[in-house]
């Protein structure tokens, strides 16, 4: 059973910044992805961005490219989620998964592991 434990969320102002963590419980394997979500109130659960541990390959929504960073660190079985340049659009709860084939990883029911979510929060 993989458990992810999400740390990192908070309180900023627009145009500041937060660094968001997801450590596995075990070493994810390797041909899966694993993501970032994300679920504003009244609104469904939405794609942020996969990286894949072999190769580091990452995926972002349109939303969130050029200041969002998604990375990895396979010693640690642990996730990242830089944000840059928050905007108060960027305001959620904030879901690291495991488990989803590479191809089908903007997906949230391809997921087989969920953390318990980290509330971020952007005032204007």
């Known amino acids: 059973q993989v458990q992810l434990v999400e740390s990192g969320g908070g309180l900023v102002q627009e145009g500041g910044s937060l660094r968001l963590s997801c450590e596995a419980s075990?070493?994810?394997?390797?041909?899966?992805?694993m993501g970032w979500f994300r679920q504003a109130p009244g609104k469904e659960r939405e794609f942020v961005a996969r990286i894949v541990w072999i190769g580091g390959n990452t995926l972002y929504a349109d939303s969130v490219t050029g200041r969002f960073t998604i990375s990895r660190d396979n010693a640690k079985n642990t996730v990242y989620l830089q944000m840059n340049s928050l905007k108060p659009e960027d305001t959620a709860v904030y879901y690291c998964?495991?488990?989803?084939?590479?191809?089908?990883?903007?997906?949230?029911?391809?997921?087989?592991?969920w953390g318990q979510g980290t509330q971020v929060t952007v005032s204007s």
């Open positions: 075990v070493r994810i394997f390797s041909r899966y992805a």
């Open positions: 998964a495991a488990g989803a084939r590479v191809g089908m990883a903007t997906i949230h029911t391809e997921y087989d592991y």
